[in-house]
């Protein structure tokens, strides 16, 4: 027999909805241009990098402002690959140049480029099948993750997922989840929460990230 539906839903708080307002096609070469300075490639730097630099700032609540979004967001672009228009070729780059930010932040410091130390190591793997249950485990673990999709008109998009609704079902004692939305920050629509139907992608892949304190 089975019983009402329970709505449920959850979502990590304390993720930047960010974008990056940084010029570009400038004359400087990387990592000169680390920070608010225009950078050498087009004036986007990527959903991907951007996406990633609201986690990486989630974590390292110290590089939330200004200065060190545009920082973080332009490192991810160095570390992702991120071509000169802003598009990153696959999820695994997406995934790679996450795990390598803080090698790559910490030799910044030591060059004196970046000023604030961090306090974590970030892993981070890619998972090309990604199910209700994996969103479920990570935002209730507080874990928010990049989703790199092929979303409406939007080819290879990118985006920081924060959360999700959907309802629990029991039918005849089996237990069972069905995702709804999940809420996501959205570098083309920053200061929001936006809400993606679940789901409602030709294809995803997700890349889950571990933030070690060190």
Known sequence: MSSTPIFIWNKVYGVP????????????????????DPDPWEEWDGCAPISGSMIIAYYELQLQDDWNREAIIDILHHTMGTLNGGGTLAP???TAGIALFDEEYNQLLQEGIVSESISHEFSAYTDFYVSESDVIREIDDNQPFVLSMNYH?????????????GWKYNDGGLEYVELSYIIVHDPNKPGEDDYIAWNDWTSAAASFITATEV
């Open 17 to 36: 909805a960010w974008t990056s307002t940084d010029s570009g096609d400038a004359d400087i070469q990387y990592p000169n241009n680390v920070g608010p």
């Open 92 to 94: 695994q780059q997406v």
């Open 153 to 165: 008109w939007f080819n290879g998009h990118a985006v920081a997922v924060i959360g999700y609704t």
